[in-house]
């Protein structure tokens, strides 16, 4: 008899976590739609993975939709004299 620990070792996350049935409907959940054609064949719709990866993706905030500025502007209540705005805009050399 053929059963799941043959197929994974004691230390296989897979085989701690999963339970055998559960593995046997992890295929099925990747089948989005089965039906026959009119000559009689089978046509299987499989569901996006890719899609399903962005998903999950950004579900788990793997990725930015928005830019984030950390900028801090000090507006002074007095102009600048012109000795700060050399210090601050004017590059020597």
């Given at each position: 008899m053929h059963t799941q620990?043959?197929?994974f070792?004691?230390?296989?996350k897979l085989a701690r976590h999963l339970s055998f049935r559960t593995m046997l409907s992890l295929p099925a959940?990747?089948?989005?739609?089965v039906s026959q054609t009119v000559n009689g064949a089978l046509r299987v719709k499989m569901h996006d993975k890719h899609a399903a990866l962005v998903s999950?993706?950004?579900?788990?905030?793997l990725f930015t939709?928005?830019?984030?500025?950390?900028?801090?502007?000090g507006i002074s209540?007095?102009?600048m004299s012109a000795e700060e705005w050399k210090k601050q805009?004017?590059?020597?050399g």
């Open positions: 620990a043959d197929e070792p004691e230390s296989s959940a990747a089948v989005a739609e999950l993706g950004r579900h788990l905030g939709d928005h830019v984030k500025v950390d900028a801090v502007y209540e007095e102009p805009y004017v590059k020597e």
